[in-house]
């Protein structure tokens, strides 16, 4: 392995042939990279923990970075475990220096605030060389949700190659939406470069299941991109699609807002079916008796719920898909 020191940028293209890591950092944020340099062919970057309280996707990369050595590989893999490390090692959603979602700050400021420049330094120093990309989220430590992968409408044929990437991760159902701003992959959006994301399941762990589909996934999207030859990935399974026009829909962050302080008592478990006004659960005022009752604000399936039962006004308690 091919061990260097701390970098403001690394050319992808000029790493000769084999299994490098690299470390990038500029005006004190950065992060480490695992990369498998081949001949020409795609460049395909993933990242873990754009979320600080999100281990799924560190877990993955982090065995792939151990264990896995292609004997032919063509293009460039480029992973990084933990893109966010100040929320990572705060286990926080968000830096705490700055308290600014990285997934609300791209594509950044070079002199902003920490998370700022790092949207900017992956941005301009990651995204621009790649050419396909997947960043992989999870509910984090406060929700569970139904695993789903997916993606920003694009073009034509630039969002076939996002349906294609995305059918990869045949043990998750996809969601297709509406650009909305600030995200890792609304930064791909505005270079044209196809991208997903995944969702695992939270809870502020690892589930086996997950981590099993997430690399079945893997190994599909680098035999799909031609990466790799291989024969031993089994036929992909079809996929539930849902494609929306409404960009509220799975925004997760506004849906059945607790309507006060208190304490959150689900009604519900995650993957349900509930028609609108079903019960989904109670938050009660600490202090006084009595409480309010979350009534679905539609019909759908229940994909994500809030299992940290200690809640501020305005905290997302629920979230249906018509799935
Ligand atoms: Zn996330």
Known sequence: MDLSSSTFSVDFKRLSPGFHQRRISARGVGFDLFIWRGGDGPVLVLNGATHGDEYEGPTLLRQWAEHWRPKSLCGTVVMI?????????????????????LARAFPGKPRG??????????DTQILAQATHYVDLHSAGRAYELLPWT?????????NR????????????????????????????YNRNLPAIYVE?????????????????????????????RSKRIAKLRPQILRTTRDADEAHLQIHHPAPHDGLFVPSVK???????????G????????????????????????????SVRAGDALCTLAPI
Not at 219 to 228: I, M, P, R, S, T
């Open 81 to 101: 475990p933990v893109l966010n490390e100040a929320a990572y090692y705060a286990g926080l959603r968000s830096a705490p220096a700055d308290d600014v979602n």
């Open 113 to 122: 605030s920490v998370t700022q420049r790092l949207a900017h330094l992956f």
């Open 150 to 158: 997916g993606f920003i409408t694009h073009e034509p044929t630039l």
């Open 161 to 188: 190659t996002q349906r294609t990437m995305a059918a990869c991760f045949d043990a998750f159902w996809c969601w297709e939406g509406p650009y909305l701003s600030g995200r890792t992959l609304s930064a791909a």
């Open 200 to 228: 695992c399941r939270g809870t502020g762990d690892v589930d086996p299941r997950d981590l099993r589909a997430l690399d079945r996934g893997l190994h599909h999207l680098l035999a799909e991109l031609g990466c790799v």
């Open 270 to 280: 995650v993957g349900a079916h509930v028609r609108r006004g079903a019960k989904l």
């Open 282 to 309: 109670r938050v009660h005022p600490l202090g006084k008796r009595g409480g309010s009752t979350i009534q679905a604000e539609r019909k759908g399936r229940i994909v994500m719920l809030r299992i940290q039962r």
